[in-house]
């Protein structure tokens, strides 16, 4: 069964809203779909409960009216924009749901220009009926229960390989984030998007806005990283985890530089990527930690093959497991953000003697 979040203006087509939390929630269920002029109880704290509802969904309507950019106000207060950015940041599903003869405007504004790559479905008065039954068939086939992570074996290894499709913010079952970072070791803007900029913003203290008022991992990582900036490739520096302790389990940040930058060529993923993955293994095995999420290193900004550094870090896992039987690790997982990535990791599983876990 889906869990739902309607998105929308106050101040334009709220009626539509209305409307459509009213149906889906009797074919899914009240508890299954939040409108925030619906689902909100005297006295709840508004913030806390919009996000906190919109966290645990897997599905955000945007409903968008012909005029909804004209009421648009700053991202930072705006929280229609600010709900939609932080769906994307989530690897939420975001479907636009544009209302009668509206548009997706050609400017959006930042944080939510995804939405131009968003299909779209669409409510018209005169078929509104047909067009909210589509809806639900789409929400059926669209948002099922979040699929457990992929785990295999090597031989009698008490330390699993696995794969977690999906944004990191879902991820709550790991001791460990790894963190791409360039030999500078200096982290993303909170506003890129980014691991480094997810982990520093989640990661960081923030007021009822969401404006940073403590940039806890940005500010150990600094103090450890200025004395020896720039760092070799593939240095880990290991810090704390801020808030990301209470919100997602995380206990440590393992910061490794996999990128390096070239004048005049911009950045490139570090030679040795495998070896990022082997000195991050090493850093934590003291912690006695028993499981660390590693990103693919160095695709994003740095733009390299995703296939061949799923090959490469999973290698590199693989080969740590299996000479290091007494590890206290339990499971070494990679995160698939979308499809390509999944693919590329289950594509690298297989080309190893790694046995899928019943």
Do not use: K
């Amino acid at each position: 069964m889906p869990t739902v979040f309607v998105n929308y203006r106050v101040l334009e087509q709220p009626g539509y809203a209305t409307l459509l939390h009213r149906e889906l929630a009797q074919t899914f269920g009240q508890d299954r779909v939040f409108l925030a002029s619906r689902s909100l109880r005297a006295g709840d704290d508004f913030v806390q409960e919009v996000f906190a509802h919109l966290r645990r969904s897997q599905v955000l309507l945007a409903v968008i009216g012909p005029h909804w950019l004209d009421h648009t106000g700053d991202p930072g207060e705006d929280w229609v924009l600010r709900e939609i950015t932080e769906a994307f940041e989530l690897g939420i599903r975001v479907v636009p749901v544009l209302v009668e003869d509206a548009v997706l405007p050609a400017d959006l504004p930042p944080g939510v220009e995804a939405l131009h790559r968003c299909q779209y479905v669409r409510l018209r008065h005169y078929s509104i009926d047909s067009d909210i039954s589509a809806l639900v068939t789409h929400l059926r086939g669209i948002a099922g229960d979040r699929p457990s992570p992929s785990v295999f074996r090597l031989g009698d290894r008490p330390c699993r390989i696995g794969i977690h499709a999906g944004s990191i913010r879902r991820v709550h079952d790991c001791d460990v984030w790894v963190n791409s970072e360039n030999t500078d070791m200096r982290m993303a803007r909170h506003t890129d998007f980014s691991v480094s900029a997810i982990i520093r913003y989640w990661g960081s203290l923030r007021d009822e806005s969401g404006r940073i008022t403590a940039d806890l991992v940005a500010d150990e990582l600094e103090a450890l990283a200025a004395p020896r900036r720039p760092v070799a490739p593939g240095t880990a520096l290991v810090t704390g985890s801020g808030a990301l302790e209470s919100t997602n389990n995380v206990r440590h940040v393992v910061h490794v530089a996999a990128v390096q930058g070239e004048p005049g060529a911009g950045y490139r993923q570090v030679s040795d990527i495998g070896g990022c993955v082997t000195t991050a293994l090493a850093r934590v095995e003291p912690l006695g930690v028993r499981t660390i999420l590693f990103p693919l290193l160095g695709t994003g900004v740095a733009g390299a093959d995703v296939a061949h550094t799923a090959r490469m870090v999973v290698q590199a896992a693989a080969y740590h497991v299996e000479r290091h039987p007494e590890t206290p690790l339990r499971r070494i997982s990679f995160l698939a953000y979308d499809d390509h990535e999944r693919f590329a990791l289950e594509d690298a599983v297989r080309m190893l003697p790694l046995v899928p876990e019943s």
